[in-house]
């Protein structure tokens, strides 16, 4: 059985930090594209910043230079760095992990709450 468990969010003021973390398990990990998506209430699942088996890296716009992305395969993790947070990274962000079009997993996801 699959299953991706998030850890990290809460209530943090803008210019502040938070750091997500989700553990894998029922997969191979290390093959997997992993990356973390988000969703603020009225809009639609975003892409935050994925990275690759490779390690290769992707980055939505609007947190280039602020977020970080990275991954631990012995210990079934990805992590994302949040520096400089905003009001509008308020949303619920979620894991996910994909290994070609068949195999897509999603974590059920964790609060991000950025005040003013």
């Known amino acids: 059985q699959v299953r991706l468990v998030e850890s990290g969010g809460g209530l943090v003021q803008a210019g502040g930090s938070l750091r997500l973390s989700c553990t894998a398990s029922?997969?191979?990990?290390?093959?997997?594209?992993v990356g973390w998506y988000r969703q603020a209430p009225g809009k639609q699942r975003e892409l935050v910043a994925d990275?690759?088996?490779?390690?290769?890296?992707n980055y939505g716009d609007s947190v280039k230079g602020r977020f970080t992305i990275s991954r631990d395969n012995a210990k079934n993790t990805v992590n994302l760095q949040m520096n400089s947070l905003k009001p509008e990274d308020t949303a619920v962000y979620y894991c996910?992990?994909?290994?070609?079009?068949?195999?897509?997993?999603w974590g059920q996801g964790t609060q991000v709450t950025v005040s003013s």
């Open positions: 996910k992990c994909q290994y070609s079009w068949s195999y897509d997993y």
């Open positions: 990275i690759s088996s490779g390690g290769s890296t």
């Open positions: 029922g997969i191979t990990f290390s093959i997997y594209t």
